[in-house]
């Protein structure tokens, strides 16, 4: 099991940047794929972006490409979603989860280990 802490969030205007961080503690690091999701109010969890252990396999969420940029430092245990052109409908709590299974991780299966969250506004 790892233990995971989203930091990073904030209020930021459209078009603005922000860079999200997940530290994780526990077993090897680079044994997890790591994903970003996110939650909007009165939606669903929806999956944003995820990369394989060593960073060899990324995949993101259509509307993000372009935008969002998944890595990771294992060095540092940690996993950033770095965000620009932020968009009011980026708004949302973003969670980092953690997973030995890439496909896993994609799926946003419950039963993958999971921060609480950091909140993202992006409003004038």
């Known amino acids: 099991q790892v233990e995971l802490v989203e930091s990073g969030g904030g209020l930021v205007q459209p078009g603005g940047s922000l860079r999200l961080s997940c530290a994780a503690s526990g077993p090897t690091f680079n044994a997890y794929a790591m994903g970003w999701f996110r939650q909007a109010p009165g939606k669903e969890r929806e999956f944003v972006a995820a990369?394989?252990?060593?960073?060899?396999?990324?995949e993101y969420k259509d509307s993000v490409r372009g935008r969002f940029t998944i890595s990771r430092d294992n060095a540092k245990n940690t996993a950033f979603l770095e965000m620009k052109s932020l968009k009011p409908e980026d708004t949302a709590v973003y969670y980092c989860s953690a997973s030995r299974s890439f496909p896993e991780v994609v799926a946003g299966r419950p039963d993958n280990d999971w921060g609480r969250g950091t909140q993202v506004t992006v409003s004038e």
């Open positions: 990369i394989t252990g060593f960073g060899l396999t990324i």
